[in-house]
């Protein structure tokens, strides 16, 4: 078992393997009843936990499972971008809770009442573009704009960074795999270094912006916080902002990506959808979340020594919850390689397991793919992708980079 996953879940090559692959290995571990530990060349390694009850209990154990330094890399954050990767993800109480209840109360009803608005006036606009350009990249045309487009409006991003702000987003996510090269031959910390920066500069000067001239925005709202006496300061303004567009804009858009994949590899499927798509629709949105798990996986600390489902972890160990295995987990999910839009119940942990860093954006996640893909299916009910996806080279995100479609 050792060498099994040495070879393979260290390594972007096995993630680069067919779905099949996968869970074939991911099966062998939920079954091997032993702890599964992961070497990693020069690191101190960590632990895999693959089994439902594992992952979610770490998950509801914050003060033995830390998330700090990082949840989001299996290595520690190198020096240069330490100050960067702070974000609600990455802390624990009592920081994480202060952020979590300031941002929470600056999504006022008003601002997410004009959110809900954007979702429909851009599904239709979407679905407009897509009907009079005719065969295309579903993720370049339908899948990104949505969720990315939602959080700069939300947030009062010109459209002129838009661009910039994908590219962004994607090396972060690219970067965070061990065996990540950039193309012109940088090191990782410097790429890293030089995207957080952005991010957060352009965090900074709409901050600064809105101090002054106060708009109908989530900047707004965050610069002049004040929950309880506090507010967030600058640089926690700026983590903020980079993991609202690193984790709203790519989860959303992987999970709409995978609902076409997944719709048009299931027809069955597709015909129960389209037969009610109203009754259909929430569930086809939950078991492509389950299914797709756009978010493979977070890491966790321990902070002392802890007895998990039977086994002993140390202080300092390292973990990784593997949400797309506990998302085929036999003891909780009937036939869980079946794709199952009336799926019921579906207590899947696409969005994080129960605990306080559950998705903060699950609900309008969950609400952008629902009405894009309700627009795209009543008014173009013969979409379909046309070849399989381009799938992302990163084992932190089950990304599709392209996926050509027709109607």
């Known amino acids: 078992m050792p060498s099994l996953v040495e070879k393979d879940l260290s390594s972007l090559e096995f993630w680069a393997k ?20 992961c070497p990693l060349p020069g690191e101190p390694g960590f632990y895999a936990l693959t089994r439902y009850d594992e992952v979610a209990e770490a998950s509801r154990n914050p003060e033995v499972f830390s998330s700090e330094p990082t949840a989001v890399s299996p290595v520690d954050p190198p020096p240069q971008i330490i100050d960067y990767t702070g974000s609600m993800i990455s802390i624990d109480d009592p920081r994480h809770a202060r952020l979590r209840r300031i941002v929470s109360r600056s999504f006022t009803p008003r601002l997410v009442e004009r959110v809900a608005g954007d979702v429909a006036v851009l599904a239709r606009r979407i679905v407009d573009d ?15 704009p949505m969720p990315l487009q939602i959080i700069c409006s939300m947030m009062g991003i010109p459209d002129s960074a838009h661009d910039e702000v994908i590219d962004a987003t994607n090396l972060i996510l690219a970067v965070g795999d061990p065996d990540y090269v950039s193309p012109d031959g940088r090191d990782r910390p410097t790429v890293l270094a030089e995207k957080f920066s952005y991010l957060h500069a352009l965090m900074a000067d709409l ?37 609202l567009v690193v984790a709203g804009n790519e989860t959303t858009r992987n999970a709409l990506s995978h609902a076409l994949v997944l719709l048009t590899e299931h027809p069955g499927q597709r015909g129960l959808l389209q037969a009610d798509l109203e009754g259909r629709l929430p569930g086809a949105v939950e078991e492509t979340v389950r299914y797709a798990t756009p978010v493979t996986w977070m890491r966790r600390t321990l ?13 300092g160990d390292r973990v990784i919850l ?42 309008l996640a969950r609400r952008e793919v629902t009405v894009l893909l309700r627009e795209l ?6 979409l379909h992708a046309t ?13 599709i980079t392209s996926v050509p479609c027709a109607f």
Request: glycine content about 8%; overall charge negative; hydrophobic content about 35%.
């Open 387 to 399: 070849s399989a996806p381009v799938r992302q080279r990163t084992s932190f995100i089950n990304g």
């Open 377 to 382: 299916y009543t008014r173009l009910p013969d």
């Open 130 to 144: 897509l009907a009079e350009r005719g065969p295309c990249d579903f993720v370049r045309h339908a899948a990104m």
């Open 303 to 315: 902070t002392r020594d802890y007895e998990l489902q039977g086994h002993v972890y140390r202080s």
């Open 207 to 243: 901050s600064r912006v809105r101090r002054d001239r106060p708009a109908d925005d989530l900047v707004t709202a965050l610069t002049h916080a004040n929950v309880d006496g506090e507010a967030l300061d600058d640089r926690e303004l700026g983590r903020f902002f980079s993991l």
């Open 18 to 37: 067919p779905q099949a692959e996968r869970d074939d290995l991911f099966a062998a571990l939920r079954g091997a009843g032993e702890r599964v530990f």
């Open 322 to 363: 593997y949400y797309n295995s506990a998302n085929r987990d036999e003891s909780v999910f009937n036939d869980p390689y079946t794709f199952d839009i009336t799926r019921s119940p579906n207590p899947h942990v696409g969005f994080g397991a129960p605990g306080p860093h559950f998705c903060l954006g699950a609900h």
